[in-house]
């Protein structure tokens, strides 16, 4: 009997615990004869070979390497009375017919037997792998024979392949472009070994797509897939995307990364600036996020204190790969979590994210000054918003961060103190104004309106509370990256119906585990703030429909461990990490 955990996420890639029998494996593995796996050896923990007859695949199924699926050497035993594998012979679109077409207990093993033909064919790679992770239980494996390739492990692993066979003749025509060299078969399968162990490593610490950016350039199909995923299968890829993590933005393709494309769209539609600003600040970046907490945004922030205006100054970093970001949401991901090398030039894809962004965030903002406190590699920006150069003092570039600078950035602002009565009423609004802010681009419009309906805001940025005469709606939450919830603000949130999760009618004692799971919202993702409530309903079953089967009350707020649609459609595993309970649930 198999029986698979998934215990690591990282984009569609998972680390899975299986137990087969009385043995234990994880993935990503790759399947080899028996013979071979007794050859190897065993490193225990750290075992990234399991033989084919524990997963009970016939062994002809791997030796020939199909060059089409008319060369598929099929046994007429073994596979046909398997009822956990499941022979994948078709390509995108006809792969969901034929997958749709199973009857009974779905299979624990996928394998897509012509994985090395789609090799060379990247956009039916791409298309065919995605939708076969996409449309399989999450807890079944999919395996890739003949692809164990270091450079195509990395990449399959990103597309959701969680084992891969070995390559009988190690001099195949078919291998000669890709850049390894290889002059044994122990050669081959210790590159093999540290290629696995390479990738489970990056899923752990959440930097498989940073790997995956460094492998892919070296074979053009491999590039060629990635910058079709990241084109063409953004929705579809998106949603296994966390929203915590580290970013390392070090490549030309991380621009187009699904989670740095999520968050420029998400300020598209739902970020509105403050309306009480009346004055436009763009500055730079730094290296230490969020920038608040950087040398020069703190010189920078108490420069506008110091002229008592600062509650109407719209400030906005210009940044790659982000494009823009509004001083609001300074600590969401990945706005708060990304690295990029600093070169001192903007390649013209950098600009135009750049353009694009700043004409979605000063969209209906009318402004009577615009001051821009930007260095001289800056100067694209002069040809989209026109506004006073503070960093260049009578024709000569300064550092942002240099005193002569941040004085002349005073007294320019100074110039204008006059013509704004700034008192510490408008400074409270300003303070509740960029809270609506946040909760809008973190919740949605309409659920970030209900959610701030009335409500106070109190503290010093960024230890901000939100309160109201029903008591607590929440805090503002540097470590989780955004507003978690307190009752009052998850009472609110359940009015709305979003980011959150419906459980069976059992009493709560601790985390929510996917079994439990009934319904949840579409837009929730890894890392979110979500809220529980309990079903109507008694003996409910799990539905994707069962959203106005939700009870009233919250039971309990958390973060998170699976997106939305994962969290219905798994059967095992932890979906929600509960931080807090409510009433009676104890």
Same mark, same amino acid.
């Given at each position: 009997?198999?029986?698979?955990?998934?215990?690591?996420?990282?984009?569609?890639?998972?680390?899975?615990?299986?137990?087969?029998?009385?043995?234990?494996?994880?993935?990503?593995?790759?399947?080899?004869?028996?013979?071979?796996?007794?050859?190897?050896?065993?490193?225990?923990?750290?075992?990234?070979?399991?033989?084919?007859?524990?997963?009970?695949?016939?062994?002809?199924?791997?030796?020939?390497?199909?060059?089409?699926?008319?060369?598929?050497?099929?046994?007429?035993?073994?596979?046909?009375?398997?009822?956990?594998?499941?022979?994948?012979?078709?390509?995108?679109?006809?792969?969901?017919?034929?997958?749709?077409?199973?009857?009974?207990?779905?299979?624990?093993?996928?394998?897509?037997?012509?994985?090395?033909?789609?090799?060379?064919?990247?956009?039916?790679?791409? %298309?065919?792998?995605?939708?076969?992770?996409?449309?399989?239980?999450?807890?079944?494996?999919?395996?890739?024979?003949?692809?164990?390739?270091?450079?195509?492990?990395?990449?399959?692993?990103?597309?959701?392949?969680?084992?891969?066979?070995?390559?009988?003749?190690?001099?195949?025509?078919?291998?000669?472009?890709?850049?390894?060299?290889? %002059?044994?078969?122990?050669?081959?399968?210790?590159?093999?070994?540290?290629?696995?162990?390479?990738?489970? %490593?990056?899923?752990?610490?959440?930097?498989?797509?940073?790997?995956?950016?460094?492998?892919?350039?070296?074979?053009?199909?491999?590039?060629?897939?990635?910058?079709?995923?990241?084109?063409?299968m953004y929705q579809t890829i998106e949603k296994y995307c966390s929203m915590e993590g580290r970013v390392f933005a070090n490549t030309g393709e991380s621009l187009n990364r699904p989670d740095i494309v999520r968050y420029r769209e998400r300020v598209k539609n739902r970020y509105n600036g403050p309306r009480i600003a009346r004055i436009l600040l763009l500055l730079p970046c730094s290296a230490k996020k969020p920038y608040s907490a950087s040398l020069t945004h703190k010189k920078i922030i108490?420069?506008?204190?110091?002229?008592?205006?600062?509650?109407?100054?719209?400030?906005?970093?210009?940044?790659?790969?982000?494009?823009?970001?509004?001083?609001?949401?300074?600590?969401?991901?990945?706005?708060?979590?990304?690295?990029?090398?600093?070169?001192?030039?903007?390649?013209? %894809?950098?600009?135009?994210?750049?353009?694009?962004?700043?004409?979605?965030?000063?969209?209906?903002?009318?402004?009577?000054?615009?001051?821009?406190?930007?260095?001289?590699?800056?100067?694209?920006?002069?040809?989209?918003?026109?506004?006073?150069?503070?960093?260049?003092?009578?024709?000569?570039?300064?550092?942002?961060?240099?005193?002569?600078?941040?004085?002349?950035?005073?007294?320019?602002?100074?110039?204008?103190?006059?013509?704004?009565?700034?008192?510490?009423?408008?400074?409270?609004?300003?303070?509740?104004?960029?809270?609506?802010?946040?909760?809008?681009?973190?919740?949605?419009?309409?659920?970030?309106?209900?959610?701030?309906?009335?409500?106070?805001?109190?503290?010093?940025?960024?230890?901000?509370?939100?309160?109201?005469?029903?008591g607590k709606i929440g805090k503002l939450s540097q470590k989780h990256g955004g507003i978690i919830l307190d009752y009052e603000g998850a009472r609110r949130v359940s009015r709305t119906k979003k980011y959150c999760v419906i459980v069976g009618d059992f009493t709560l004692r601790g985390d929510i585990f996917a079994p439990g799971v009934l319904w949840a919202d579409d837009d929730i993702r890894r890392g979110d703030e979500v809220v529980v409530l309990r079903t109507n309903i008694k003996d409910?079953?799990?539905?994707?429909?069962?959203?106005?089967?939700?009870?009233?009350?919250?039971?309990?707020?958390?973060?998170?461990?699976?997106?939305?649609?994962?969290?219905?459609?798994?059967?095992?595993?932890?979906?929600?990490?509960?931080?807090?309970?409510?009433?009676?649930?104890?």
């Open positions: 009997m198999l029986q698979v955990d998934v215990i690591h996420r990282c984009w569609m890639a998972r680390i899975c615990a299986l137990k087969i029998d009385d043995k234990e494996y994880k993935t990503p593995a790759i399947l080899v004869p028996d013979d071979i796996y007794e050859h190897i050896g065993h490193d225990g923990a750290d075992e990234v070979f399991i033989p084919y007859s524990n997963i009970n695949i016939h062994e002809g199924l791997m030796i020939k390497i199909p060059l089409s699926v008319e060369d598929l050497v099929i046994a007429d035993h073994g596979i046909g009375e398997n009822k956990d594998v499941f022979i994948v012979q078709r390509t995108y679109p006809e792969v969901l017919h034929e997958i749709g077409g199973i009857k009974g207990e779905s299979p624990k093993v996928y394998v897509l037997m012509h994985a090395l033909e789609l090799i060379n064919h990247p956009r039916r790679l791409v %298309n065919t792998l995605t939708a076969l992770r996409d449309n399989i239980p999450y807890q079944s494996l999919i395996y890739a024979p003949c692809t164990g390739i270091p450079g195509i492990i990395t990449l399959l692993a990103y597309f959701g392949v969680d084992l891969y066979g070995i390559i009988p003749t190690i001099f195949d025509d078919r291998l000669t472009e890709y850049p390894y060299f290889i %002059n044994s078969f122990e050669q081959a399968l210790s590159l093999l070994q540290q290629e696995v162990r390479t990738v489970r %490593n990056a899923i752990e610490k959440g930097m498989l797509r940073e790997f995956v950016e460094m492998r892919a350039p070296m074979h053009r199909s491999t590039i060629a897939a990635l910058r079709i995923a990241d084109r063409e108490s420069v506008l204190q110091g002229t008592g205006i600062r509650a109407i100054v719209h400030e906005v970093i210009i940044t790659s790969p982000l494009g823009v970001v509004p001083r609001e949401v300074e600590i969401y991901y990945p706005a708060a979590h990304y690295d990029t090398p600093v070169t001192g030039v903007w390649d013209k %894809n950098e600009v135009d994210i750049v353009a694009d962004m700043i004409e979605s965030v000063l969209e209906g903002m009318k402004y009577d000054y615009v001051f821009i406190h930007l260095p001289q590699s800056h100067g694209f920006i002069a040809d989209m918003v026109d506004g006073i150069w503070t960093c260049k003092i009578d024709g000569e570039w300064r550092n942002p961060a240099s005193k002569e600078a941040l004085e002349n950035l005073g007294s320019e602002i100074k110039r204008i103190v006059e013509e704004y009565d700034v008192d510490s009423n408008l400074c409270q609004k300003r303070l509740e104004e960029d809270m609506l802010i946040r909760a809008k681009f973190q919740f949605g419009s309409d659920c970030g309106d209900v959610l701030m309906q009335s409500a106070l805001v109190h503290g010093k940025y960024p230890d901000l509370k939100i309160v109201c005469e029903r409910g079953a799990k539905d994707k429909d069962m959203e106005g089967d939700m009870g009233d009350e919250p039971i309990a707020v958390g973060r998170a461990l699976m997106f939305g649609e994962e969290m219905i459609k798994s059967s095992r595993g932890m979906a929600v990490k509960v931080r807090k309970r409510f009433h009676g649930v104890f």
